[in-house]
């Protein structure tokens, strides 16, 4: 089954603005991660938070984390139509050896 | 970080045929890993591919359906065997970079069997 669940399955907002996707997972993790997927082609690694981290920077990006809560945010600023993409969670977990499961993902719509 | 080179970038094959989908890596890299994502779907792991070993299957997924090749640390492929529309995915090959750098994917294989 999916480790991650991410909401809201689907995003519209106005270019300019904030965008925040959520993302629960299940059992303890190592690290928890944030991809984008542009039209059903290979994703590209955006950020890792590790899981003694609670919060994360990178550019208009930022990820939180709360292992207690078993959830993740991702937080872009200022978005732009460019934007526009899928956005997947994935957190590292060990099973003899790391893999990692992907969330259900965020589709993201920026208008401009 | 590492580029790979992922083909066929799609295909449409007829049923009951099979699909060899190769992925090269531009640097030596112990683990390969494959996912499939079915349309408007997530990503889920097919298998773990070690150089020199037999790769190892996640539920759901069989070597005889999926046989995965390791000939050495750059190279791997996957073929998908006696396809049926259920197959219709698209197929990825990833590595793990260095320590916090996360993964990186090939560009995707899109399947389609009519």
């Known amino acids: 089954s999916q480790q991650g669940e991410e909401d809201p399955q689907a995003l519209s907002i106005q270019e300019g603005e904030n965008a925040t996707m959520n993302c629960s997972y299940k059992?303890?993790?190592?690290?928890l991660q944030w991809y984008r997927q542009n039209s059903g082609r290979g994703l590209v690694h955006l950020i890792l938070?590790?899981?003694?981290?609670r919060e994360k920077h990178s550019g208009r990006l930022r990820v939180t984390l709360d292992t207690s809560k078993k959830s993740s945010s991702l937080l872009i600023t200022a978005s732009r139509a460019a934007d526009t993409a899928s956005y997947f969670c994935?957190?590292?977990?060990?099973?003899?050896?790391?893999?990692?499961?992907f969330g259900t993902g965020t589709r993201l719509k920026v208008l401009a | 970080s590492a580029v790979i080179s992922q083909k066929p970038s799609r295909d449409i094959c007829q049923r009951g045929t099979s699909l060899t989908i190769q992925c090269q890596v531009d640097?030596?890299?112990?683990?390969m890993f494959w996912y499939r994502q079915q349309p408007g779907q997530s990503l889920t792991l097919i298998a773990t591919?070690?150089?020199?070993?037999?790769?190892?299957?996640e539920s759901g997924f069989v070597i005889d359906k999926f046989p995965i090749s390791r000939p050495n640390l750059t190279f791997s492929t996957l073929t998908v065997s006696n396809m049926s529309p259920e197959d219709s995915s698209i197929y990825l090959c990833?590595?793990?970079?260095?320590?916090?750098?996360?993964?990186?994917f090939g560009s995707g294989t899109r399947l389609t069997v009519v």
């Open positions: 591919a070690n150089q020199g070993s037999e790769a190892t299957y």
């Open positions: 059992t303890s993790i190592n690290n």
């Open positions: 938070i590790r899981s003694n981290e």
């Open positions: 990833s590595v793990e970079e260095s320590r916090g750098r996360g993964y990186t």
């Open positions: 994935a957190t590292a977990v060990y099973s003899g050896t790391y893999k990692y499961i």
């Open positions: 640097s030596q890299v112990t683990m």
